[in-house]
């Protein structure tokens, strides 16, 4: 995707700026005329605008943007012209890189670009959502309203994303624990052990001499069973990254894990009720909103459902009957919309509905953690007893018989 710069007239001849990112020059110029604009000028920003950002181009935390915006609201609701309020917000803010980009933007602004043009060179940084919501508020006059939003949308989805690691935080530990510990006890606590049994000799204990077996087995064929190993995995990544086909047949088995396929859905539909109400709220047009949500997710089975629900949008179809035909949403989410379309209160019936779903989302990682909990415990348990007792064994034999 390429980012293009544009200056328009609307059917009342007003003149507009700003940015849009698109395939190509052509899909601009078209999406540009699906809105009703008269498109005057509109030219891809330059190669060397993009190799001048390519350095900065490093994600940064959404707690961090969160700030910043709540910063610029606060500065710009006090009257501070936007260009101060940068200057001034820039001095304070502690990553580096958040830093050099906020002067760089500081710098478009002061030569008389709107603030929306000059996030556009960071869209790693300054996403779809972001640029779409400051561009909506500087044509409707609100700038200010805008960034308010944007704050309370990033603090929630910090808020929300902190949730999700530190209930995962738990199981990952644990899994690397156990991996950690059986290379540990295959690399040192196996091998003297082996060594003592040799040179004792004497008949071991049947299950010794299956462990033990079994060790021999896993050394000997390791030369061959990791390269085979990494093979597999690299081919399997290749597909999942490099085809269509496959990407898509793995985002499909992704969502059909137990619990787990049920955490991406439901983690997705908040995030997709939340971002459409913030967008919404700062006038951005639903069309607009759904090509930015169908960027939103990298499993190809919800791009494509949100893809199909936009295509019913553009044929003349309600959101919510959109959805239906798309056979993917939940029901509460395609009902919740329906109200809030026939009530006119859609944005608030989509916070509501994303609070539900986050709630959802809380109570499918507790129930994943109280079923990993015993489940990591057990195996840790056996992990640790089935390697003390093969070794251990013969020196309970060999007391027992002295």
Known sequence: MQVYSYIVRNAAGDRKEGIKQ????????????EQGFIPIAVKELTSSVKKKTSSSQKKVKAGELSAVYWQLTTMLESGVPVAT?????????????????????????????????????????????????????????????????????????DKFSKKIKVALAYPIFVLVFIIVLVVFMMSFIVPRFKMIFDQLGGELP????????????????LIYVLPALIAVISSLVFIYRRTAKGHYFFSKKFLAIPLFGKLIKFAFVAMFCKTMAALLNAGVSVL??????????????????????????????????????ANFYPTMVIKMIQVGEESGSLPSMLERTADFYERKVDAILSAMLALLEPIMIVTVGGVVLTVVLALYLPIFTMGGNG
């Open 206 to 221: 049947a299950f010794t001499r299956m462990f033990m077996n079994s060790y021999d087995i896993i050394c000997h064929n």
């Open 288 to 325: 607009e909103v759904f090509q930015i949500l169908s960027t939103m997710s990298p499993n190809d089975v919800i791009k494509q459902a949100v893809t199909n629900t936009k295509e019913r949008i553009v044929e003349g179809s309600s959101i919510s009957s959109s959805m239906v035909a």
């Open 85 to 157: 309020a940068l200057g001034t917000i820039a001095e304070d803010i502690e990553n580096p890189n958040l830093r050099k980009i906020m002067k760089d933007v500081l710098s478009k602004v002061n030569k008389g670009e709107p603030f929306s043009t000059g996030i556009a060179d960071y869209p790693k940084v300054f996403n779809k959502i972001t640029t779409a919501m400051i561009l909506a508020g500087e044509t409707s006059g609100n700038l200010p309203g805008a960034l308010k939003r944007l704050a309370e949308y990033y603090d929630g989805r």
């Open 22 to 33: 698109g395939a190509s020059l052509n899909e601009v110029i078209g999406w540009l005329r």
